[in-house]
């Protein structure tokens, strides 16, 4: 008999119960979002290696789960989980027309993030949240209530910091009371950079078929000036936590905005220049916003850690908050420091 498990690959059969719970495990951990063969191997050989040894089951379990571990770090698992996420329905599509009209209102307020803030509209983003107790959450900035999040994006604006924000594709879920939705805006970011000498850490701008070195190229001029630019495209999905506020009108406004960074890259500008950031810059910053995060302090930003990727306890954690959300309850995404 096989054992197979969800992510379609076969297993041989054995102690079925020791390795039913060893794979149990990695799923509960959001990693068997993998097809990577090396990964199966290594499953195998140390489940051989249990076979022909006295090893107790919580040792192979144990070993299994490091060496997924040692492959997440290696970047070798890569997807998101295959399991759903939710526990349940909420209304998404369909429905009545008062549902219609609701979840629209709600995407008006996602799509307002792009097209106000990349403009600097201050007032009319603003007006996208509700009045008191708005927050957001940010690779760059971490928690801050949407007014310091406005005051500080300014800020960055006069020293020519320069993101944009391109939308993929926004849908919302109503909570059953109608009073409460989740809008889901899949988005990029892309964060214009230029580096100059003291932003090298040490490293070095390196031109595509080359060591690094100056060459003959038009664009090595520039780099030979200490001056090149590129940017970093990270993919998203913002997640908007808004509620029908009864004393203005029954108006939607968003209460919280928070991330999942789900994968990130550089991107030449001339076509031949990029950076290069240490092993010690990229290996500090969750994947999914790594080269962001990692371009941004040289800046000087202060990185938050802790933000929700593509898989992980905190992609789990945040749909747990997001179900709360629409479910009337409390919720709480202050997770600095606290993982």
Not at 203 to 226: L, M, Q, Y
Request: aromatic residues 12%.
């Amino acid at each position: 008999m096989s054992l197979r498990w969800r992510a379609g690959c076969d297993l041989p059969a054995g102690p079925a119960h020791w390795y039913k719970k060893a794979l149990l495990g990695l799923h509960e951990q959001s990693f068997l979002a993998t097809t990577s063969s090396k990964f199966y191997n290594t499953v195998w050989r140390h489940r051989q290696a249990h076979l022909s040894s006295k090893v107790t089951s919580s040792h192979f379990i144990t070993g299994i789960h490091a060496k997924v571990h040692t492959y997440r770090t290696l970047e070798l698992v890569t997807m998101t989980s295959p399991q759903d996420p939710h526990t349940k329905l909420y209304s998404h599509i369909n429905g009545q027309t008062s549902d219609l009209l609701d979840r629209y209102a709600v995407s008006e307020l996602c799509k307002g993030w792009p097209v106000y803030r990349d403009a600097s509209e201050w007032q009319n983003y603003r007006d996208l949240f509700t009045a008191e107790g708005a927050y957001v959450w940010t690779t760059w900035s971490g928690p801050r209530t949407v007014d310091e999040f406005i005051s500080i994006s300014k800020a960055g604006k006069e020293k020519d910091v320069f993101i944009m924000h391109r939308e993929c594709g926004t849908l919302v879920e109503l909570g059953k009371d109608k009073t409460r939705a989740i809008g889901k805006m899949k988005a990029t970011i892309t964060h214009r950079f230029k580096f100059s000498p003291q932003h090298s850490n040490g490293t070095h701008a390196a031109s595509n078929g080359s060591n690094g070195t100056t060459g003959t190229h038009p664009h090595d001029a520039a780099k030979a000036e200490g001056e090149y630019e590129f940017d970093v495209d990270c993919d998203c999905r913002f997640i908007f936590f808004v509620e029908k506020n009864a004393s203005t009108n029954n108006e939607w406004k968003t209460r919280y905005v928070k991330l999942f960074y789900e994968k990130d890259k550089v991107v030449t500008v001339d076509g031949f220049t990029a950076p290069r950031f240490s092993k010690a810059e990229l290996e500090r910053i969750p994947k999914g916003y790594k080269y962001l995060g990692a371009a941004q302090a040289r800046l000087g930003y202060e990185i938050d850690l802790d933000l929700p990727t593509a898989s992980g306890e905190l992609w789990d954690r945040m749909y747990g908050e997001m179900e709360k959300w629409l479910d009337g309850g409390k919720v709480d995404l202050f997770w600095e420091g606290k993982q």
